[in-house]
């Protein structure tokens, strides 16, 4: 079965810093898709980021970029330049590519940033 | 263009009561999900559906159902309500082939109570 694990609970980063938000998988699963997801204090979820298992560079999205190590089968997040717009909720995810394609999400980290 | 709409966004129930929390999608996918969110947690699978008159549990699936009539709609039904479903409901589309590197879609969720 899929696992998302997020360890931190919280993060803090000063405005224009870079910040990297850890997440690891679990899975048996070759083909698999991972995700990033933000959702601000309005409650809504907006996609960030994707990265393919057979992917061989990492995802890049304007000041997002994932650092996917597929050994040690962690996807981090990174943000650079954070700013005070960034502080929110965010949520690392994993779908398998056969299947019914559903979404497993970590238990999230909370990313304040800081003028 | 709404994308995924959810209704209605906010609602208190008592216990034992009943309601059917909606999701309508005009993007024509097959894929539809509910996942509810508890306080501070990630997002949990409570019924997915690849199609309509297809529908199957997802991981907290009890005191739950849901139908699949058309590709538009896809319900989700509250029976007997309890204290334990007091959530933020969230209904997704995405997923299916040709999807990789696509996010899913998320409503904006809906917030109930139950007291």
């Known amino acids: 079965a899929q696992k998302i694990t997020q360890t931190q609970p919280g993060m803090f980063v000063q405005e224009k810093e870079a910040v990297t938000l850890d997440c690891t998988y679990d899975?048996?699963?070759?083909?698999?898709?991972l995700f990033w997801y933000k959702q601000p204090s309005s409650g809504e979820m907006i996609f960030l980021i994707y990265?393919?298992?057979?992917?061989?560079q990492n995802a890049t999205e304007g000041r997002y970029s994932l650092n996917f190590q597929k050994a040690r089968k962690s996807a981090n997040l990174v943000i650079s330049a954070s700013q005070l717009g960034d502080s929110a909720m965010y949520f690392c995810?994993?779908?398998?590519?056969?299947?019914?394609?559903?979404?497993?999400f970590g238990t999230g980290t909370r990313l304040l940033v800081s003028p | 263009n709404a994308g995924v709409t959810q209704t209605p966004k906010f609602r208190i129930l008592k216990i034992g009561q009943s309601m059917t929390l909606q999701c309508a999608q005009d993007?024509?996918?097959?894929?539809m999900y509910w996942y509810r969110q508890d306080p501070g947690m990630g997002l949990k699978l409570i019924y997915y559906?690849?199609?309509?008159?297809?529908?199957d549990k997802g991981e907290v699936p009890n005191g739950y159902n849901v139908s699949r009539s058309t590709t538009e709609d896809f319900p989700l039904r509250l029976e007997l309500a309890a204290p334990s479903q007091t959530s933020v409901y969230f209904c997704?589309?995405?997923?299916?082939?040709?999807?990789?590197?696509?996010?899913?879609?998320f409503g904006s969720g809906t917030r109930l109570t139950v007291v």
């Open positions: 990265q393919g298992s057979y992917d061989e």
């Open positions: 899975t048996s699963d070759q083909s698999y898709g």
């Open positions: 993007m024509n996918h097959n894929y």
């Open positions: 995810a994993m779908r398998e590519e056969l299947g019914f394609q559903k979404l497993v």
């Open positions: 997704a589309i995405g997923g299916g082939q040709g999807s990789l590197g696509y996010g899913y879609t």
């Open positions: 559906s690849v199609g309509a008159g297809i529908t």
